[in-house]
């Protein structure tokens, strides 16, 4: 196992921007970001392939949002755009040991400790 670090969270206006980033402690292959909202299931937001090459969205955040990986850093990004009130949720990153993401959140063997995303309308 890696261990996972998010960061980015914060308040934003609906419409805003933010960025989270998720640093790990060594190689990974396939990374995700996850979000739970209260009294909700996890739910797969975006996912990457390990070379970068392959990238899954969430239908409802199609457009919206952007994963991207620098791995000489270990990093995972998500670039969130027009940010909607129902964004609100603690985003979890997530590494799992296959070549490509699926949504399948037991599938992941590594998580970090989740950030906040508040999003007022």
């Known amino acids: 196992q890696v261990q996972l670090v998010e960061s980015g969270g914060g308040l934003v206006q609906a419409g805003g921007s933010l960025r989270l980033s998720c640093a790990a402690s060594g190689r990974t292959l396939s990374r995700s970001w996850f979000r739970q909202a209260p009294g909700k299931e996890r739910e797969f937001v975006a996912g990457i392939s390990w070379n970068g090459g392959t990238t899954s969205y969430a239908d409802s955040v199609k457009g919206r949002f952007t994963i991207s990986r620098n791995n000489a850093k270990n990093v995972v990004y998500l670039q969130m755009n027009s940010l909607k009130a129902e964004d609100t949720a603690v985003y979890y990153c997530?590494?799992?040991?296959?070549?490509?993401?699926?949504?399948?959140?037991?599938?992941?063997?590594?998580w970090g400790q989740g950030t906040q995303v508040t999003v007022s309308s």
């Open positions: 997530a590494a799992a040991r296959l070549l490509t993401p699926t949504v399948v959140a037991g599938s992941y063997d590594s």
